[in-house]
Every structure is written in C-alpha cells, then in structure tokens.
C-alpha cells in the first residue's frame, strides 16, 4: 500500500527562508510575513520527488514529508 | 479565596467540604481506601464511564491510557506519567483549588494512572508556589510509586503537554514540534501520559464507585461533572463542582450580563441571551472558566486586555504566531477605543486566518477562536466604537490579566 504524503513544517524551526515556495509553488505560497503557506492536499505521486528535494534543501530541515494520519 | 456554592447542584464529588483541605485520614474516611484493582478491569470502568480530559481538550480518558500503554509495549520502554496541575490560565483556579482542598483524590489517580499504563515514573507538575503537596506526599507510605513535584514557572503555555514533557526532562517549558506525540515520545523519550489532575481526581472515583456512578451525573451524551472558575462581578472567582448539562444560568447570573466568556482565554465570547439557552457542555467549556461581563463593560477592551497578554505570552518559537499575535493584540487595541479603525477589521480577520492551524501548539488558534467570537458577539460594539462612542460606562478592568508578560 503506498501511503499518500502530506507536507509538514515545524514552525519551531522554519526561518520563513521560503526555498520551498521556489520548488513547490502549486502547494506553497509565501504569507505576508515570508512564512510557508501550505495548501495541504497530499503530494501527487509525481510531485513527491521534488517535494523530497525541497525538504532536504530546506536550510534548517523544517520540511517533512510526513505519510498522511490523523492526529 | 473559593469556596464550593452554598447552593449546590449536586453534592461535590471532588472538592473537600467546608473549603478545609482533606487530610489522608479525612481523605479516607470520606472517599474509604483507594481501589487497587486490575488494571485491564479498571480501563474497562473508565471507557464505560465515558471520563474525558479536564485540561481543556476534553479526550477520552479511556482512549488516552489505552494509547500509552500500547506505546509502552510497543517500545519497550516504561512509560512516564505526569499529572498536570500547571494550570496557566489566569482565570482559572479549579486545579489549584483541588490540590488545595483534596490533594489526595489526584495522587490516588495517579497512582492509577501509572499502573494501568504500566508507568516506570510519576511526576506531579504544579506551578511555582504551590508548595503543601510533599508533606501530603510524604504520608502516603503506601503508595507502589514514588511521585516527584515538578515546579513549572508561570506562564500561559507551559501546562501544553509538550511544554511539561520538555521541562521535566530537564529542558525550557517550552511547545515542541510534537512529532511522533508526547504519548509515544515525552519525557526523557518515553511514552508520556500527560493527564490534568482533575481528570486523575475523577478516575480515583471511578475505580472506586464504577461506572454507572459516574453516570449518575450529567447527561447521557456528557456523563459526569466539571469544575468551573465561574466570575461574577464584584465577587471573588468561586470553584463550582457542576454536572454536564446543567444550565448555564444557573452557574452565573445572566440578567444585567451583556455576554460570557467561555473556556477562558482560548475560549469564546457568547452573547448573554444566547448563553441564556445554553447547558453545561464539554465541546465549548475548556478548562472550565465562566465569567460573566456586565453590559455596563466594554467586551472589546477586555478582548484586547487578553489578547495583549495573550501575545506576550507566545513563545516566540514560530513565524506566523510570532509575527501575527501581537498584530492582532495591536490591531485590536485599535478597535477597543473608540475613533477610525481604518483596515483593521479586515486585517484581524486576514491575520487570524494566517496564525491558525500554524504553530507548534494551539496557541494561535485558541487566540483566533477568542478573536472571532469577540467580533461577532461585540459587532454592534465595533460599529458604535467606529463612530466614536463607547456604550460601556465602567471601564475598570475585568478579567484577570498577569500585569506584566
Ligand atoms: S525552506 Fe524551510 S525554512 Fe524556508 S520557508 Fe520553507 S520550510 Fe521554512
Ligand atoms: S505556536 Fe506560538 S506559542 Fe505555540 S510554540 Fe509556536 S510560537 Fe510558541
């Protein structure tokens, strides 16, 4: 079964560098303040590539792709 | 201080009464000795008792100990129990009054607590000041495990879970990015049952009365009874024990009241007429705070005096609440006085769209959640203010707020 993945940022750690908006801007935009906003469907099978890359490229590691569950 | 009513709904279950502290001996001739049964029995009462949280969330209690110990066989590792008494709300009183009053309730609960989830550890986490427990501590001999007290400094935040599992670990009481749960990973890495004492108090009784019991109060749907912070003003904040369901009127006095607050600073505005139809009910009761606002007061002024200490009081940890809690304490102060408000209407609502669901922890949303329903219930308030008047003749403050942040 292939678990559907969701974005998640730690806000704790997130600089608002806004790298991740550059290589996902059809699930982020930047808010007024600079800071990520997430639209937060899952990431489609072909995006999750680059959705990967945007996590390990984030300066501070705060993007995750985490699978998608409640709680 | 608080003292129970006079006018009692229901007998209290919890507090001690005659406002005396219960000592162990009073403890057990009033309750008779603590229930050591079998945990999986015991776990079995509590899901038929339908106890939820008291620290505001209102999760079952059954699924949450469920939860833990899986995770501690799951893991390997024993889990920790921590007994939440760290109440940071300022307008609540309920959890200091109950370790007041009956400390002995919550470390009974503890104690069951911790052998149901199989707990290696046990910690009771109160804030600074709170200082009789060791010796109420110190007569209990006959407890399977030892209690550490750990005192939190004050602070709004520092009763989140993630916050307590982080300083009794040693660290700053500070919000984590909680992924995986403070369940699965607390304190020291540990599973972590993080429960308010006033639920731990509530499960003593059920191990020791059963189910049907707890029942007997409340309703079918919301079993049981909650402490409540009620404010009135000009009277000192009382503690009430009250069953689920109970009209709200019958817990403070609507009549001359313009609105209620409900749930405390996280909470939401209602107007007085609307609150009139309303019972007793956990989904909007939070941690239990009631305070009535007279329509001689201005709700805005009070929103921004707690929307003020409210953005003080974040952590600071994460942009948007960072950058969009004291914007919206500055842009409701705007609203509070009467005279031109420019965009600031339409910025509140845009930047409590922008802090909500962005956090490491519930603090912006509950402060968005207190943000709208000021709008809404105050909206004839907002337009009287934007034409310069001020319905309110009294403007001494009303709820408490810490003076400094
Ligand atoms: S790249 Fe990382 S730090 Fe920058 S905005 Fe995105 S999540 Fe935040
Ligand atoms: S959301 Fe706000 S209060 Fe909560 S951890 Fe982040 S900065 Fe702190």
């Not at chain 1, 560098?17 to 899952?42: K, N, S, T």
């Not at chain 2, 079998?38 to 100990?65: H, M, N, Q």
């Not at chain 2, 040693?170 to 607390?186: D, I, K, N, S």
């Not at chain 2, 000192?236 to 749930?263: D, F, K, M, T, W």
Request: proline fraction near 9%; hydrophobic fraction near 40%; aromatic fraction near 4%.
């Amino acid at each position: 079964m292939s678990t559907a993945q969701h974005i998640d940022i730690d806000w704790t750690a997130c600089q608002g560098h806004g790298l991740c908006a550059d290589y996902l801007p059809e699930h982020i935009v930047l808010d007024e303040w600079g800071y990520p906003l997430v639209d937060g469907a899952p990431v489609p099978v072909g995006t999750v590539r680059r959705a990967r890359r945007a996590a390990a490229d984030c300066p501070v590691l705060a993007l995750a792709l985490i699978p998608v569950r409640a709680g | 201080m608080t003292a129970t009513f006079p006018d009692l709904h229901m007998p209290p279950r919890l507090l001690a009464p005659g406002a005396t502290p219960a000592d162990l001996a009073t403890h057990h001739q009033r309750y008779g000795p603590p229930a050591h049964g079998d945990p999986e029995i015991l776990l079995r009462t509590v899901a038929e008792s339908g106890l939820t949280g008291r620290g505001g969330a209102g999760f079952p209690t059954y699924r949450k100990l469920v939860s833990v110990a899986q995770a501690g066989r799951r893991t390997g590792r024993a889990p920790v129990v921590v007994a939440n008494g760290a109440e940071g709300e300022p307008a609540s009183r309920k959890d200091r009054t109950l370790l007041r009053l009956s400390p002995h309730l919550v470390l009974d609960g503890l104690q069951l607590a911790a052998r149901t989830v199989g707990a290696g550890e046990a910690y009771l986490a109160v804030e600074d000041g709170v200082i009789w427990l060791e010796s109420a501590l110190a007569r209990r001999t006959a407890d399977p495990l030892p209690v550490k007290v750990v005192r939190l400094p004050k602070s709004f935040l520092s009763g989140q879970a993630a916050a307590l599992a982080r300083y009794v670990s040693g660290g700053a009481a500070l919000p984590t990015h909680q992924r995986p749960p403070v369940r699965e990973r607390g304190v020291h890495r540990a599973p972590t049952l993080v429960q308010n004492v006033e639920t731990l108090a509530h499960l003593a009784l059920v191990a020791r009365y059963g189910a049907d019991w707890y029942r007997t109060a409340g309703t079918p749907a919301q079993p049981g009874s909650a402490l409540c912070t009620v404010h009135v003003p000009g009277r000192e904040p009382r503690v009430v024990e009250a069953p689920y369901g109970l009209p709200l009127g019958r817990l403070l006095p609507l009549e001359g009241a313009r609105a209620v607050l409900v749930g405390g600073y996280h909470g939401t505005w209602i107007p007085a007429p609307e609150a009139a139809e309303l019972a007793l009910d956990a989904s909007y009761l939070g941690a239990g705070v009631l305070a009535a606002l007279p329509v001689d007061r201005c709700g805005l002024a009070e929103t921004a005096r707690v929307l003020r200490y409210l953005a003080l009081q974040s952590a600071g940890q994460c942009g948007p609440c960072l950058n969009g809690l004291p914007r919206i304490a500055g842009a409701f102060r705007t609203l509070a006085a009467p005279g031109p408000q420019g965009t600031v209407r339409a910025d509140l609502a845009r930047w409590s769209g922008l802090v909500e669901g962005r956090g490491a922890c519930h603090h912006p949303d509950g402060t968005a959640r207190l943000v709208r329903s000021a709008l809404t219930t105050f909206a004839a308030e907002v337009d009287a203010h934007a034409r310069g008047h001020c319905t309110a003749t009294d403007h001494t403050p009303l709820l408490p707020v810490p003076e400094e942040g």
